[in-house]
């Protein structure tokens, strides 16, 4: 009998530390969004202070910290809620979130004591958590569902280009620690690192506004055929791209950066005239709103980067640029991480966070609700208005890279910095009404 009530007392304790979906969401959003406030905040003060640690630290902590934890926690549950099959370990994800701000610690301490072995090691934790969550995809999913799928097809190229990404970080580290050593290749740098971790972020938006909004369109077929083709044109285009920049091939790169920002050019539009209808037939979703200012900004980026390559030294070069011209290459970096991918992020966060945590299930993703009013008009309102702030801090983080204006590089950074967090206060009220 006694055996009996200790296994049950086991059993009852067990269940008690479950960790449900919709509390795992939150601490991703929380985590999340403190990650990118910090990051801006870490850059603001660089500029304000000069120091070359702030400066160098605070792309590090976005892309250690926001960059893998987007495609281990927000990716896999898109993944999740097209195959079920592929079930969410919701205590393995919350380890995933440990193991990732484990990594930002210590990458912050690697910059600040300058120790570029503990930059690898952090590089090689990072690589085998996310081939531990690949394993769990590729042993789940048969190769054949992942291609019917575009989405799909979309979250495992991220998968794929995080491991090089974080493999990147691993030998940059051992580069920095031995650098008289000839076997690691001359293009493994910070830049390519940092242009290495963007991939995958940008792969995510592709493949999430492929799921969330052309895919529940009239004329599907046409859009999966035409998001099917993109899907190569993109990931495609940025291996092309990559390796261009890597050869110092200047045609190869211009070719290649027209080819997307067309592409991007095209997106833009034909987003903008969903989102009329869209609002039109149905509410203003913010979410969406967010999405196009993000491919408003990659477009912006783009273009800065198409003029980046124009004045373009060499790979590797410090700084890549003439000094005179550095506001390009700042403006485009700050238009693609802060503009493109933050933006788009903040938009997916307002569809995904609602929809699990109103079930506490992955139900409404999968179905034709996930774009629904699943937030109230208070809520959806002063999103609009964290938008509109957003906006402005970063058109005022580009203008400040033009005039080299400290003051209000400081200023913006910690806006936007407040504005990104503001997606847990404005959520967290809502959730704390429901």
Do not use: C
């Not at 190229?157 to 001359?186: C, S, Y």
């Not at 700042?330 to 493109?340: F, M, R």
């Amino acid at each position: 009998m006694n055996s009996k009530n200790r296994e049950m007392s086991k059993g009852t304790e067990h269940r008690r530390f479950v960790i449900e979906p919709a509390a795992l969401v939150g601490v991703y959003l929380s985590v999340s969004v403190s990650v990118i406030a910090l990051a801006a905040f870490l850059g603001a003060a660089g500029a304000w202070t000069g120091s070359v640690f702030l400066e160098t630290v605070h792309p590090y902590v976005f892309f250690v910290g926001f960059g893998n934890l987007a495609i281990l926690i927000l990716n896999r549950h898109l993944v999740s809620a097209i195959y079920p099959d592929l079930v969410i370990d919701t205590q393995k994800q919350m380890r995933y979130i440990y193991g990732v701000l484990f990594s930002v610690g210590l990458v912050v301490l690697a910059v600040y004591m300058d120790w570029p072995l503990l930059k690898a090691a952090v590089g090689f934790f990072l690589l085998v958590i996310v081939l531990f969550s690949a394993k769990e995809i590729v042993t789940t999913l048969s190769l054949e569902n992942i291609w019917r799928e575009v989405s799909v097809r979309y979250y495992i190229f991220d998968v794929v280009f995080l491991i090089v990404a974080n493999l990147g970080l691993f030998t940059l580290g051992l580069k920095e620690a031995f650098p008289e050593n000839g076997i690691i290749p001359f293009f493994v740098t910070q830049s390519s690192y940092f242009l290495g971790s963007s991939f995958p972020l940008s792969i995510s938006v592709m493949g999430f506004l492929y799921t969330y909004v052309w895919r529940r369109s009239s004329g599907r077929e046409l859009i999966r055929k035409l998001f099917s083709i993109w899907s190569y044109i993109f990931v495609g285009g940025v291996l092309v791209f990559l390796v261009a920049i890597l050869m110092g091939h200047y045609l190869g790169m211009m070719l290649v950066s027209h080819t997307l920002m067309l592409g991007v050019l095209a997106l833009l539009a034909a987003f903008a005239v969903y989102l009329y209808r869209f609002f039109t037939r149905e509410f203003s979703h913010p979410a969406l709103a967010f999405l196009l200012s993000g491919l408003a900004m990659l477009f912006a980026a783009s273009a800065f980067g198409i003029l980046n390559i124009y004045y373009f030294r060499w790979f590797g070069a410090d700084p890549p640029l003439e000094w005179s011209r550095m506001w390009i290459y700042h403006s485009h970096t700050h238009a693609a991480l802060l503009g493109w991918i933050t933006f788009s992020f903040t938009g997916m966060i307002y569809i995904v966070v609602p929809a699990i945590v109103t079930t506490n299930s992955l139900d409404l993703l999968r179905s034709q609700e996930a774009l629904s009013r699943l937030l109230d008009s208070g809520t959806l309102g002063k999103a609009f208005r964290q938008l509109t702030v957003l906006l402005a801090a970063a058109t005022s983080l580009l203008v400040a890279f033009y005039f080299n204006n400290h003051l209000v590089l400081t200023v913006a950074g910690i806006v936007y910095g407040a504005a990104v967090y503001y997606s847990r206060i404005n959520l967290g009220k809502a959730f704390r009404r429901g």
